[in-house]
T-cell receptor
Framework: DGGITQSPKYLFRKEGQNVTLSCEQN?????MYWYRQDPGQGLRLIYY???????QKGDIAEGYSVSREKKESFPLTVTSAQKNPTAFYLC??????????FGPGTRLTVL | AQKITQTQPGMFVQEKEAVTLDCTYD???????LFWYKQPSSGEMIFLIY??????QNATEGRYSLNFQKARKSANLVISASQLGDSAMYFC????????????FGQGTILTVHP
């Protein structure tokens, strides 16, 4: 089955720790994206990558970092510089147009 | 820059009736695409329907149709014959032709379908 997987489903972090969220896709899509969703809100773009070894900041990139070493993978690191990281994180991919398909998401909670 | 406005925080509809979810947008791109996604309580985002800015006809996908009024900059989602499973959060989003892959989402509308 083709799709997008995100792990873990739930993640708990202590203040001051960096954590990495995994996103893998086997759809052979070129572009991948990370979004953040706060309760009752829409999605906001953190980072996106159109091709391997290249990525761009989205609207709320501060406190986050990404890498794109493989076409299938686009991990997101939430660093200690992110002041309020508790949120729902969604990864998406697209084949070059705008239509994006989403993974199931990771809920991050800072303890 | 792009902006999506969804003015209905919550909507209620009786099962088997139709419902319209409002979406207005703003963009400086001459070419753009409009999307509707459904987000059930589980959290995943499910693509419903797409409308391109140059499409001559309103998009339809099964029970979903898009009432696209370009001059008014509105792209309302119409769900016909509502089902209990339609209860979810619905998001309108836009991607401009010069903003490759950058979807801008609205705040969403929570739809509740009553039996």
């Amino acid at each position: 089955d083709g799709g997008i997987t995100q792990s873990p489903k739930y993640l708990f972090r202590k203040e001051g720790q960096n954590v990495t969220l995994s996103c893998e896709q086997n759809l052979n899509h070129d572009a991948m994206y990370w979004y953040r969703q706060d309760p009752g809100q829409g999605l906001r773009l953190i980072y996106y990558s159109q091709i391997v070894n290249d990525f761009q900041k989205g609207d709320i990139a501060e406190g986050y970092s990404v890498s794109r070493e493989k076409k299938e993978s686009f991990p997101l690191t939430v660093t200690s510089a992110q002041k309020n990281p508790t949120a729902f994180y969604l990864c998406a991919s697209s084949i070059g147009g705008h239509l994006q398909f989403f993974g199931p998401g990771t809920r991050l909670t800072v303890l | 820059a792009q902006k999506i406005t969804q003015t209905q925080p919550g909507m209620f509809v009786q099962e088997k009736e139709a419902v319209t979810l409002d979406c207005t947008y703003d963009t400086s791109d001459p070419s753009y695409g409009l999307f509707w996604y459904k987000q059930p309580s589980s959290g995943e985002m499910i693509f419903l329907i797409y409308q391109g800015s140059y499409d001559q006809q309103n998009a339809t996908e099964g029970r979903y149709s898009l009432n696209f009024q370009k001059a008014r900059k509105s792209a309302n989602l119409v769900i016909s014959a509502s089902q209990l499973g339609d209860s979810a959060m619905y998001f309108c989003a836009i991607a401009g032709g010069t903003s490759y892959g950058k979807l801008t989402f609205g705040q969403g509308t929570i739809l509740t379908v009553h039996p």
